[in-house]
């Protein structure tokens, strides 16, 4: 499933894969750099519009709709995926990332991977949630 259009034509992002030194990365960039207004998603779990859980004991149907709240986020700011400058993952074990990685690539850009970060955590607020995953992203300044 993709992203939907944007409301908004979408920031000019720059990004640098491999900066001199550092190794590149697979499946994000190490720097996307742009100017606009900074748009903060909290954490997103996966919680359905009524506050159920969503795949429990299932890291592949958490994270999609982990992924389907950052969409639903992002647009009620006026923008989609295209816009992520960087994700943060905390996952209740590394054991996950695959199946965030390829729920991800399902809304994103793979040739233009927003920056992030994974961490493994001991817990998330509620034991049966395996994941948690916020975004930052970056609107275009509006024209005058």
């Keep these: ?64 709709q982990v992924f389907e709240n950052l ?5 009620a700011a006026g923008t989609g995926f295209e816009s992520v400058v960087k994700f943060t993952f905390y996952v209740t074990d590394v054991a996950h990332l695959p199946a965030v990685r390829e729920a991800r690539d399902r809304y994103i850009d793979v040739e233009r991977p927003p ?10 607020f509620r034991p049966e949630l395996l994941l948690e995953v916020e975004a930052l992203a970056l609107l275009p300044e509006p024209r005058v």
Excluded: F, K, N, W
């Design 1 to 64: 499933m993709r992203a939907m259009a944007p409301t908004h034509s979408a920031p000019h992002l720059t990004h640098l894969a491999a900066p001199e030194g550092v190794a590149p990365g697979t499946g994000y960039t190490h720097v996307v750099m742009g100017t606009g207004r900074l748009v903060a998603v909290s954490g997103q779990i996966a919680l359905d519009a009524d506050g159920r859980v969503v795949g429990e004991g299932d890291p592949a149907a958490q994270a999609l």
């Design 71 to 75: 969409r639903r986020c992002l647009a």
């Design 115 to 124: 920056a992030s970060t994974a961490v493994q955590v001991a817990a998330l």
